[in-house]
T-cell receptor, first 114, second 113 residues
Framework: GAGVSQSPSNKVTEKGKDVELRCDPI?????LYWYRQSLGQGLEFLIY????????KSGLPSDRFSAERTGGSVSTLTIQRTQQEDSAVYLC????????????FGPGTRLTVT | DQQVKQNSPSLSVQEGRISILNCDYT??????FLWYKKYPAEGPTFLIS?????DKNEDGRFTVFLNKSAKHLSLHIVPSQPGDSAVYFC????????????FGTGTRLTVIP
């Protein structure tokens, strides 16, 4: 009965480098979300995947951000040419479509861009 | 543009007393509201929710009240326990196909033993 898992838990990178963050959703959950929480802010929606449908990318802050979800399960969020303002906790959540609106979150990846 | 607002960044309450956490929203299309609890170094954990067709939902020590005309909801915890100390986030959904959640900035609750 594993929950949502994310890796790495912490990532420190130099400005300009690319990073990849991974999310393993709860088995059977068809919906997957990425959010980020910057210091002192609420959770900011980034991207949403639902089954085989085209993802909702409306929350991605720039074209340096992209995400994919392979086989309807694991998802990877990629940030290219990282900037200091990308420093945040990146949270992944999954949910069962139609089962209310509750989303179940992973522990997050804390990204620090130096 | 913050559509969900939690204007109190922190709240301290004595153990055994009632904790009241408040949340305001601006989007009249929101039709479902949730409260999440977050401990340090962990992801948010779902706590309780309420649909806009109701004005109250209760689950044990936790009750959420919704006042649609005021675009206001609150979470009551009674009696408060030290283990309730955490950051509480209010969230809302406007029922689009994405079921995207809009979050407030959180209120840090400290329950003093």
């Amino acid at each position: 009965g594993a929950g949502v898992s994310q890796s790495p838990s912490n990532k420190v990178t130099e400005k300009g480098k690319d990073v990849e963050l991974r999310c393993d959703p709860i088995s059977g959950h068809t919906a997957l979300y990425w959010y980020r929480q910057s210091l002192g802010q609420g959770l900011e929606f980034l991207i949403y995947f639902q089954g085989n449908s085209a993802p909702d990318k409306s929350g991605l802050p720039s074209d340096r951000f992209s995400a994919e979800r392979t086989g309807g399960s694991v998802s990877t969020l990629t940030i290219q040419r990282t900037q200091q303002e990308d420093s945040a906790v990146y949270l992944c959540a999954s949910s069962i479509q139609g089962a209310g609106r509750e989303q179940y979150f992973g522990p997050g990846t804390r990204l620090t861009v130096t | 543009d913050q559509q969900v607002k939690q204007n109190s960044p922190s709240l301290s309450v004595q153990e055994g007393r009632i904790s009241i956490l408040n949340c305001d929203y601006t989007n009249s299309m929101f039709d479902y509201f949730l409260w999440y609890k977050k401990y340090p170094a962990e992801g948010p954990t779902f706590l309780i929710s309420i649909s806009s067709i109701k004005d109250k939902n209760e689950d044990g020590r936790f009750t959420v009240f919704l006042n649609k005309s005021a675009k206001h909801l609150s979470l009551h915890i009674v009696p408060s326990q030290p283990g309730d100390s955490a950051v509480y986030f209010c969230a809302a959904s406007d029922g689009t196909g994405a079921n995207n959640l809009f979050f407030g900035t959180g209120t840090r609750l400290t329950v003093i033993p």
